[in-house]
């Protein structure tokens, strides 16, 4: 039993390492958009195509990643696609121009679609289930605190070298990954359900795999489609908040400081204004009781906090950094000294700094219960796949919002200069969160069926 568990514990701290480093790479990337840009000259807006092709290659290679995982070892799977993103990372730093970055890049986006949906597949069979919101939020909390790292690095160490610098060091940690995955003991499928305890516990194993005709029926269940459509409206709008970064370093200069000190400035102000993130894991827990008392619970729930995040964001982007004080000695160390001062010694930067806390926190209670309910109406052969189709939309929508905010830039740069251009773009795409509540009212009722339905169909199979 202590063996089971201590197998259960370290594989859950491998995932969730490797998920802080899938987004890590992607937080990486949107503060070295102007540095890379000026090195290789690429247009501004051509960084924010190439992110957005990043983005997409991943959710397409995911549903075939995810498929795989319902047919072969997930650890053979995940090692290989660990292999190519940390190649391609080293690769990305060695480019000398546009198609080189945007094939690096590609090639980046292939390994990277491995780590959420075979990640996913491998945690829901080891979370025991009373535990699987809470779990699942320490996961998303992990990618969220990947993006806050790499945006820090990015800032830090490309000041201090040169833009290629991070990718180095992070195609270097990739390699050093694949060596935990040898001691990994991949658990059962279907492993972590109530329902197949018995059978597990008989010393037989659960045999069902996903086929390729069983892809639609995947797509068009109920509750799916409304978490597939959730999910591409949720990412429209925090697909567009990448750009956060530009708009504090536009800010920022717009306060009379040096582009460099805007951005080390930037880089810290877009990690403390993530904060409110790490109550993800109390949001999970939250979901995880109240879906006990009902199976609507977690959607309910959800769809609040959706619609919340809406204004308290609008007003973070709205609100000016007026009176604020930073050093121009260009030392990082001195600067996050400051902002950390002017949190609690200017009342604008404080009143930032809350509206950012309660914007992020309510962003976060999506995350863990959005995974929780795939898990909950799809069965273990599936989830992998499930997942991949639902990381796809989510992807569309974040390329949407990414590339949105370079279309609606335009328009709204002929009457507007910076950062007003930026506020107003950012606060428009954060119209796409009040349809993305809506999805979680409108599947609530067909949770109930399709739980029921997973739960009836793994008790059968555990008799027979």
Not at 22 to 44: M, Y
Not at 188 to 202: N, V
Not at 214 to 235: D, E, P, V
Request: glycine fraction near 8%; charge should be positive; proline fraction near 4%.
């Amino acid at each position: 039993m202590k063996k089971n568990r201590a197998n259960m514990i370290y594989t859950i701290f491998v995932f969730t390492i490797l998920a802080a480093f899938d987004n890590l790479i992607i937080g990486l990337f949107p503060p070295l958009f102007q540095s890379i840009s000026h090195d290789l000259h690429i247009k501004l807006a051509d960084m924010g195509i190439i992110s957005a092709v990043n983005i997409l290659v991943t959710a397409v290679s995911s549903i075939f990643w995810g498929y795989l995982s319902g047919r072969f070892k997930r650890k053979r799977l995940i090692m290989a696609g660990t292999l190519i993103w940390a190649l391609s990372v080293f690769l990305t730093a060695i480019c000398t121009s546009f198609f080189q970055l945007l094939l690096f890049q590609i090639l980046t986006g292939i390994g990277l679609g491995c780590i959420a949906s075979i990640g996913f597949s491998v945690l829901t069979d080891s979370i025991p289930y009373r535990m699987r919101g809470l779990v699942l939020s320490l996961w998303g909390m992990a990618q969220g605190l990947g993006g806050i790292g790499g945006s820090i690095m990015a800032s830090l160490i490309a000041t201090a070298s040169s833009w290629r610098t991070p990718f180095e060091i992070v195609g270097f940690i990739g390699l050093i990954l694949i060596v935990l995955y040898f001691f990994v003991q991949e658990p059962s499928r279907g492993g972590a359900d109530p329902e197949l305890q018995e059978l597990i516990k008989s010393g037989k194993s659960y045999k069902h795999m996903i086929q390729a005709k069983q892809i639609l029926t995947i797509a068009f269940k109920g509750s799916n489609k409304y978490l597939f459509l959730q999910a591409f409206f949720m990412n429209v709008a925090t697909g567009s908040l990448i750009w956060l970064p530009t708009l504090y370093i536009f800010k920022i200069q717009f306060e009379g400081y040096r582009m460099s000190t805007a951005m080390i400035a930037s880089g810290y102000l877009y990690a403390i204004f993530q904060l409110g993130g790490m109550s993800s894991a109390l949001f999970g827990h939250i979901g995880d009781r109240l879906q006990r008392k009902s199976y609507k619970g977690r959607a309910y729930f959800t769809a609040l906090f959706v619609f919340l995040t809406l204004p308290f964001y609008v007003f973070m982007f709205l609100l000016p950094m007026n009176h604020l004080s930073l050093p121009e000695n260009g030392n990082p160390p001195l600067i996050l000294i400051a902002l950390i001062k002017q949190i609690f010694l200017n009342p604008w930067i404080a009143l930032l700094f809350l509206l950012s806390v309660f914007a992020s926190a309510s962003q976060s209670a999506n995350t863990p219960n959005w995974l929780a309910l795939i898990s909950d109406v799809n069965l273990p052969e599936h989830r992998g796949a499930a997942f991949s189709l639902a990381n796809l939309s989510n992807s569309l929508g974040r390329t949407l919002g990414n590339v949105g905010v370079g279309v609606l830039l335009n328009v709204v740069s002929s009457w507007s200069h910076e950062p007003y251009s930026y506020t107003i773009t950012l606060s428009l795409l954060q119209a796409f969160l009040i349809p993305a509540g809506l999805c979680y009212i409108l599947m609530a009722k067909h949770n109930v069926l399709d739980i029921r339905n997973v739960k009836a169909t793994l008790r059968a199979r555990s008799k027979g």
